[in-house]
């Protein structure tokens, strides 16, 4: 699919008919969650799904997230549980994405589940998406809407920098409040921390009354297709750094001098909404960037998570 340009649908009633048609046809729509941007297709259309890998460059054993409008809606893709249920309740519509057994008769393009036998599904919070999800009626596939590998988008214009030409449309609707992508729960097994983001684990353990399993620290593969080296800017990233050196340029955290500060206050829910927008930022000025020490509790973890992944070799 070939497309000049990339339309801007605004956020009213006739930009989200705009979008849940475009999405009807098998076109390509980004939008905006909590979280981040997320590049849209429908789930059951291979084609459709196919053309998401192409514009991100996307390796395609990668599996994707299915965005629905509610419980009901998902439940018609995956056998539902009861701590599925726990887990809704407390937290969607949210930064949370429940990995479940896909159920018979699905209807979920294989190139969504990568051939696996679960399906990631989500409820996001934003106003747009829940509209775009209820006007389309259906599940949508949407990773984040960036290149393969590059910074998660939390504007609309991060997407058309990354992606402008390569799809449809972007609904615009402003920055994302949450600006790191969900944490993902297998729950297929025991109850599984497969990738943090923005719902602490804590909060999420504190519901289910029980602890999570984590991978070790380190480990490349938590969720299939979490490649080690991701949300990488152009220019080198050293983290744990107390100053800048040489050419670099300095990301902060808490009260200190540097280039961009996450949290002046050291609040790590203003950090992980700042984290994405702020590495854009410095990533334009083309310098490698130093990144100061961000505790790993709560919230910390998952920008932590996204830091080791920008800081990684890339040729892995
Ligand atoms: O916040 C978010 O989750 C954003 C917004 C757009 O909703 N979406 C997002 O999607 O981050 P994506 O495609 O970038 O991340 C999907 C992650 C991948 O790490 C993938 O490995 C994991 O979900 N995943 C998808 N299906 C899975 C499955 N069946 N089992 C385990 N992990 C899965
Ligand atoms: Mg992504």
């Given at each position: 699919?070939?497309?000049?340009?990339?339309?801007?649908?605004?956020?009213?009633?006739?930009?989200?008919?705009?979008?849940?048609e475009l999405?009807?046809?098998?076109?390509?729509?980004?939008?905006?969650?909590e979280?981040?941007?997320?590049?849209g297709g429908?789930?059951r259309n291979g084609?459709?799904?196919?053309?998401?890998?192409?514009a991100?460059g996307?390796?395609?054993?990668?599996?994707?997230?299915a965005?629905?409008?509610?419980?009901?809606t998902?439940?018609?893709y995956?056998i539902?549980t009861?701590?599925?249920?726990?887990?809704?309740?407390?937290?969607?519509?949210g930064?949370?994405t429940l990995?479940l057994?896909l159920?018979e008769?699905h209807g979920i393009?294989?190139?969504v589940t990568?051939g696996l036998?679960?399906?990631?599904?989500?409820v996001?919070?934003?106003?747009l998406?829940?509209?775009?999800?209820a006007?389309?009626g259906?599940?949508?596939?949407?990773p984040s809407?960036?290149?393969?590998?590059?910074?998660s988008?939390t504007?609309?214009?991060?997407?058309?920098?990354?992606?402008d030409g390569?799809?449809?449309?972007?609904?615009d609707?402003?920055?994302?409040g949450?600006g790191?992508e969900?944490?993902?729960?297998?729950l297929?097994g025991?109850?599984?921390l497969?990738r943090?983001?923005g719902?602490a684990?804590?909060e999420?353990?504190?519901?289910l009354?029980?602890?999570?399993?984590r991978?070790a620290?380190?480990?490349a593969?938590?969720?299939p297709?979490?490649?080690?080296?991701h949300y990488?800017?152009r220019?080198?990233v050293?983290m744990?750094a107390?100053?800048?050196?040489g050419?670099e340029?300095l990301l902060?955290?808490?009260?200190?001098?540097?280039d961009?500060?996450?949290?002046?206050?050291?609040?790590?829910t203003?950090?992980?909404?700042n984290?994405?927008a702020?590495?854009h930022?410095l990533?334009?000025?083309?310098r490698?960037?130093?990144v100061?020490?961000?505790?790993?509790h709560?919230?910390g973890?998952a920008?932590?998570?996204?830091?080791r992944r920008?800081a990684?070799?890339?040729?892995s």
């Open positions: 699919m070939h497309h000049n340009e990339t339309s801007r649908l605004t956020a009213d009633r006739a930009g989200i008919a705009r979008a849940a999405l009807r046809a098998g076109e390509l729509v980004a939008f905006p969650t979280t981040v941007y997320g590049l429908d789930a084609r459709a799904v196919a053309a998401i890998y192409a991100k996307r390796p395609s054993f990668n599996p994707l997230i965005h629905v409008a509610d419980v009901e998902a439940s018609r995956v539902w009861e701590a599925a249920d726990k887990l809704a309740s407390a937290f969607w519509p930064p949370l990995v057994p159920r008769g393009s294989e190139l990568a036998d679960t399906l990631a599904v989500r996001p919070a934003h106003p998406a829940q509209a775009l999800l006007a389309f259906g599940p949508v596939a949407a809407a960036n290149p393969s590998g590059r910074i988008p504007t609309a214009a991060h997407v058309h920098a990354g992606l390569r799809i449809a449309a972007v609904l609707g402003g920055s994302c949450v790191l969900s944490t993902i729960i297998g297929n025991n109850p599984a497969l943090p983001g719902l684990a804590e999420i353990e504190a519901v009354g029980q602890p999570l399993t991978h620290t380190g480990d593969v938590s969720a297709g979490q490649l080690l080296s990488a800017p220019g080198a050293r744990g107390s100053a800048a050196q050419n340029v902060g955290f808490g009260p200190m001098a540097c961009e500060n996450l949290s002046p206050t050291g609040d790590l203003e950090a992980a909404a984290l994405f702020a590495l930022r990533d334009a000025t083309g490698p960037i130093a100061a020490p961000v505790p790993e709560g919230l973890a920008i932590n998570d996204r830091l920008a990684a070799p890339r040729d």
